[in-house]
């Protein structure tokens, strides 16, 4: 996704048709989609405490693993055959259709940008609370991290990027270093798991509070599917991608697990529903003063990876929509010296500061999982259409899912569930969302669709779908 | 099948275009927060006596909670701030029709679109 910004989108520029590298490999993939994610431990998983208790916390955890496991394999196949630039939006516009690329790039844009927003309200937040200054407040922090970012993002990111990888890394290894920092195979010393979470407050509201949960069990994960954006630019689609992606996910199955295993074991589950950074408490609670700053630092640069991945993220499918027509092709523009989607970037910019400054962290996050969730619901629909029009043997295909349909059935289920997790405590949100898509298309069925170019828009060299 | 000429769209045109998509980004994001629709639908059970023991708070949590810097008094507001899951039927409902009818356009729609792609794509060869 990220090194089409250097490495230049496919477009003419003073005659020269600037074309995707590809140069990246196995470690790009993990490391994009790992990079987007990762602030999901540092903030935003524990709301799921709230909703459910610590237990439930846990539960979903590995349950939503087993979703985005699903999202990982269906993605895997289809993105190593579907090889280009857009990820889930190219997959619709050949399997399914222009309206549902439409959707769906709409839907990373705004999961994406809601990203953004809840990585600089979590970033002005954490640097107020580290102030400590009466009357400081977070605005002027997120506008900073919003505007230098998408300035960033603007000039070209791939050293940016290169950055981005560090800073991950980093942040990582902040929670490994953490976790065997309080002895994490001995309970009494400095965690208490067992007094923490007892019988009686395990799952304070049940089962029901367990499906609740869901909702923001979606937040560990949210984002690694943006490892297929990177289809055009991986040397070897059909290594790079299965492998990348899935590497992502045990890494981030990982490091969901410590930072459970750790905070619910430092704080009541009353505490650790509510906070805005649950790491940087732990790391406090330990008492240590040099893992309190470390995950002080970790938690702002977790931040700033997420959201320098979601600007460039967000206005490359936004671009896209302009290539296609699919929106004024006046955001198809490409910088000439820069060579980025500057107007999409510059488009998008109010928009992200404009909620950073009205939503706060929770609300602006269930924007993003709704949006995520709608895309998961698309996907698990996607690759049943994508088996049926063009079963095995008629394409070729990078790679092979497993188990079909499982995984996709498995998928399908779990968006159900999480839809109606979100509708326990925000089911208006929801409703306004889908009604909002649901206007959006008729828009663009009805009205838009006649300055798209029919043709143009299935570009890869298959034979005809079957029932076409 | 006949190569389907896309009209050109003008300066205006796209200008207004762009302000409807802007138009709507903020009404379907912004409405529910002005409205508080947006959000957590949770509230306060308010307890009499404010001590540890009655918020069910453990010797191990307490000393956790003053450590964060709380009191019973301060932490009253957070521990006894609630989810109350009572499903209202009515709502769920509407939900469900509202998500089904999307995704039933989207796929009818798209799949509409779809074929006249793939005619002209194939027809062209």
Redesign the interface.
Known sequence: MTAAVETGLTTTIHGDRVSLLRVLGPAHVWALGVGIVLVGEFTGWNFAA??GGALAALIVCWIVGLLYTSVAMIDSEVTSTVAAAGGQYAQ?KHI?????AF?VALFLV?AYTMLEVSDAILLGDTIVAKAGVEGLTHNSFIAATIVVLAWLNYRGVLMTLNVNFVITAIAYVSIVILFFSVSPWTQGAVL?LN??V?P??AL??GW??VI?AFQFGIWYYLGIEGTTQAAEEVRSPARSLPYGTMAGMITLLIAAAMTWYVCAS???W??LG?TYYPLW?AGK?TGSPLLENLLFIATLLAALASANGCINDAARAWFSLGRD?Y????FSAVHPKYRTPYRSIL?LLP?AL??AF???L??AI??SILSGVLQY?FMS?NIMMFRKKWPLGSIRRGYTHPFHPLPAIVLFCLCMVT?FAI?????????????????????F?FY????????D??SMPWP??QG? | MA??N??E?SKA???F??A???V??????????KLG??????SIDPLDAKTWDAL???A??AS??E??GYTPET?HD??Q???H?I??WP??I??AI??I???V???R??????????????D?K
């Not at chain 2, 709507?24 to 927060?33: K, N, R, S, T």
């Open positions: 709230d909703k619709a399914v259709g222009p309206l549902m959707n705004f208490k007094e923490l007892t009686g407050n304070p509201y029901i509070g609740a430092l704080m009541p009353e505490y509510i408490d609670l027509r929106l004024p092709s006046w488009f928009i404009a909620f009205i939503a706060d929770n609300q269930t924007f619901t629909i839809f509708f326990l405590g925000f089911g208006s949100q929801l409703i306004a969302m889908t009604v909002f898509y649901f206007l959006i298309s008729l828009w069925h838009r669709y006649k300055f798209v170019r029919r043709g828009q299935f005809k779908p076409y | 190569r389907y896309p009209p769209q045109g796209q200008v275009d762009i409807v998509v802007v709507a980004i903020f009404v379907a994001l912004w409405l529910p927060l629709l947006a959000g957590a639908a949770k069910g708070q453990n191990t949590m956790i909670w450590k964060l932490a957070i521990i701030n609630r989810f899951y499903i209202d709502t769920l509407i939900m509202v998500l009818a999307y995704f356009f989207l796929f729609a798209s799949d509409k679109e779809y074929r006249e792609v793939i005619n002209e794509k194939f062209d």
